[in-house]
């Protein structure tokens, strides 16, 4: 049964910075790239940031410089370190992985930026 589970969420005003984990349980772990969605309010789910099995990433143009993601195949966990956040990055923000085909998605968990 496959499980990803983010926190780190909270409320920061604009500039300041929050760290997400999303811990997978139910692959091997080490295999599987995993990304960070976002959707804020009245808008589409869009991808933030994604890393590969052997640590490639990539980033949206929108958060190239200030989010960096990060994983530590030993705690089965992925990061997003997010700095220099600005009110437009509020929303739910969600990690996903694919094993065996399947996606998979965490509950999300909200990120509020005030100005």
């Known amino acids: 049964h496959v499980q990803l589970v983010e926190s780190g969420g909270g409320l920061v005003q604009a500039g300041g910075s929050l760290r997400l984990s999303c811990t997978c349980s139910?692959?091997?772990?080490?295999?599987?790239?995993v990304a960070w969605h976002r959707q804020a309010p009245g808008k589409q789910r869009e991808l933030v940031a994604a890393i590969t099995s052997i640590g490639s990433t990539n980033y949206a143009d929108s958060v190239k410089g200030r989010f960096t993601i990060s994983r530590d195949n030993a705690k089965n966990t992925v990061y997003l370190q997010m700095n220099s956040l600005k009110p437009e990055d509020t929303g739910v923000y969600y990690c996903?992985?694919?094993?065996?085909?399947?996606?998979?998605w965490g509950k999300g968990t909200l990120v509020t930026v005030s100005s």
């Open positions: 996903a992985t694919s094993y065996f085909a399947r996606d998979y």
């Open positions: 139910g692959t091997i772990f080490r295999l599987n790239a």
